[in-house]
T-cell receptor, first 115, second 112 residues
Framework: DGGITQSPKYLFRKEGQNVTLSCEQN?????MYWYRQDPGQGLRLIYY???????QKGDIAEGYSVSREKKESFPLTVTSAQKNPTAFYLC??????????????FGSGTRLTVV | AQSVAQPEDQVNVAEGNPLTVKCTYS??????LFWYVQYPNRGLQFLLK??????LVKGSYGFEAEFNKSQTSFHLKKPSALVSDSALYFC??????????FGAGTRLTVKP
């Protein structure tokens, strides 16, 4: 079955530590996205990528970094510069305009907690 | 820039009663409209979409939504609510630039 996989499901970060969240898809989607979800605030876009080796900042990119070395993979690193990283992180993927856009497919999320 | 609003943070209904979760949008050009559902500690799941065609869209789990261009609305409906429908519901809109925006979400609680 095609889908999008996020790992780990739960992650704990110490102060000053960088952590990387994994996102892999086998849907052959060109576009991938990272969102942050906080209670009562909906989804906020962190970064997105529409092609390998290229990505764009979203609304809240500060303190985060990404890479897109392969079409299937879009890892997110939460750096020590992100002062309030505790949140639920969602990865999504989609086709591009002109490819029959059908909405986003989401992973099951990673809950990051600072300890 | 496009935007979407879900005016209700919380909707409570009794099991067996009809439910409505409201969504209004603002977009330049033709809207692509979506509803997603999220269960606790899970990702968002696609429910239904409107891209073109019939204004009444039917989706998963008995849900439907009506596109109303004059009122710029895309309300989610179900004729008879189930306790298992209790979840967080998100409306989303995408414009021609492939920029998708999500509403803040509405928490639906269906009581037995």
């Amino acid at each position: 079955d095609g889908g999008i996989t996020q790992s780990p499901k739960y992650l704990f970060r110490k102060e000053g530590q960088n952590v990387t969240l994994s996102c892999e898809q086998n849907l052959n989607h060109d576009a991938m996205y990272w969102y942050r979800q906080d209670p009562g605030q909906g989804l906020r876009l962190i970064y997105y990528s529409q092609i390998v080796n290229d990505f764009q900042k979203g609304d809240i990119a500060e303190g985060y970094s990404v890479s897109r070395e392969k079409k299937e993979s879009f890892p997110l690193t939460v750096t020590s510069a992100q002062k309030n990283p505790t949140a639920f992180y969602l990865c999504a993927s989609s086709t591009l305009p002109g490819q029959g856009f059908d909405g986003y497919t989401f992973g099951s999320g990673t809950r990051l907690t600072v300890v | 820039a496009q935007s979407v609003a879900q005016p209700e943070d919380q909707v409570n209904v009794a099991e067996g009663n009809p439910l409505t979760v409201k969504c209004t949008y603002s977009v330049s050009g033709n809207p692509y409209l979506f509803w997603y559902v999220q269960y606790p500690n899970r990702g968002l799941q696609f429910l239904l979409k409107y891209i073109t065609g019939d204004n009444l869209v039917k989706g998963s789990y008995g849900f439907e939504a009506e596109f109303n261009k004059s009122q710029t609305s895309f309300h989610l409906k179900k004729p008879s609510a189930l306790v298992s429908d209790s979840a967080l519901y998100f409306c989303a809109v995408r414009d021609n630039n492939n920029d998708m925006r999500f509403g803040a979400g509405t928490r639906l609680t269906v009581k037995p």
